[in-house]
């Protein structure tokens, strides 16, 4: 292996030396097979490929402060994927398996796990896929579950530096009886051209309204939103957001330093009585945002008045990071130490 170099990662592939796979078949999941190949292969008439039938997860694994590597909140994700499953009928993984592959995966790659305090972190890639070859949309009646893993760095290139986000009205991420509240491909896919525009246009996201009325914040194409005003963290309700782990986290965290908590609509107008808003996500953690813009009306909105990301906002990061680097105590066991 070459010499890595940490602290400059992007945020990418990263091929490492093994992935665990499990298949499903004939109502039942099979062994767990290691391999150090990068290539799927299946059915031309697979339901991943046609119909949808395909989910992730997006974990991490760093090395703390005493030196030992943690995974955090592996349950949550294993939960949340197989809620995901029901959403698109897949076949569910069951938690200890999950569990059981993710850990296998990080031993199997120990070398990639960043260094403490390099800024970076191993990225855990869980994925579940129909590989049955079906031509009717239907399910199908066999799947790939796999765990491949690679280092990363930040997810926004400035890291936890404030960056600018643009709000979008003529692209929906999910609509609100639709498949926004799992973790599936085809949201994503869907957030692709405002995406890329954003990127375009100077910014390094966008931040997509509610499909229904466009009066209310929904969230960041890859990240939940959230806003600090005053004493109270504030972040969407909605049922076409992705329940985000992270910021299920900062949620408990936010609490126990003394704020309020509120989870409900957020309207547009509402962004200019904020102190501090930002995007959370296992990818970027915390992304303060300095700036939002208004693509249509014109109107920007500004945060960070000294260039930095806000008093609340820091706290919350580094608690987070705290736990998850073994700085801070993990008194929720929120944290799986790899022995």
Request: charged share 25%; net charge neutral; proline share 5%.
């Amino acid at each position: 292996m070459n010499t890595i170099d940490w602290k400059n990662l992007p945020f990418g592939y990263f091929k490492t030396d093994y992935n665990v796979r499990c298949y499903y078949k004939d109502g039942k999941w099979g062994n767990i097979e290691v391999t150090d190949s990068e290539m799927i292969t299946m059915h031309m008439a697979a339901t991943c490929l046609h119909y949808g039938q395909e989910a992730f997860e997006g974990m991490k694994a760093f090395t703390g402060i005493d030196g030992k590597i943690r995974i955090f909140r592996m349950v949550e994700n294993a939960k949340r994927m197989q809620n995901s499953s029901k959403g698109i009928m897949m076949a569910e993984v069951p938690v200890p398996l999950f569990e059981e592959m993710v850990v296998k995966a990080v031993k199997l790659n120990l070398k990639y796990v960043p260094p403490y305090g390099e800024g970076a972190s191993l990225y855990i890639r869980p994925l579940l896929i129909g590989t049955g070859g079906e031509v009717g949309v239907k399910p199908g009646k066999e799947y790939l579950f796999m765990v491949f893993v690679g280092p990363v760095g930040p997810y926004f290139k400035e890291g936890f530096n404030p960056v600018k986000m643009q709000i979008v009205r003529d692209f929906d991420r999910a609509a609100p009886l639709g498949t926004g509240y799992v973790k599936v491909g085809g949201n994503y896919a869907a957030s692709l051209r405002a995406g890329e525009r954003a990127h375009k246009e100077g910014f390094a996201a966008s931040i997509f309204l509610d499909a229904c009325e466009k009066k209310y914040i929904d969230e960041a194409g890859p990240a939940n939103f959230f806003g600090i005003k005053g004493n109270t963290y504030i972040t969407p309700d909605s049922k076409s957001i992705l329940p985000s782990i992270t910021n299920m986290s900062l949620c408990k965290i936010a609490e126990e330093i003394g704020l309020k908590v509120e989870r409900r609509h957020v309207p547009v107008e509402e962004l200019s009585e904020f102190d501090e808003t930002g995007a959370c996500g296992t990818a970027a953690v915390i992304s303060p945002i300095c700036q939002i813009h208004d693509r249509d009306t014109g109107k920007v909105y500004n945060y960070c008045k000294d260039g930095k990301a806000g008093p609340v906002s820091t706290k919350l990061y580094l608690k987070l990071k705290g736990i998850q680097e073994g700085t801070e105590p993990d008194t929720h066991g929120w944290v799986t130490i790899i022995k």
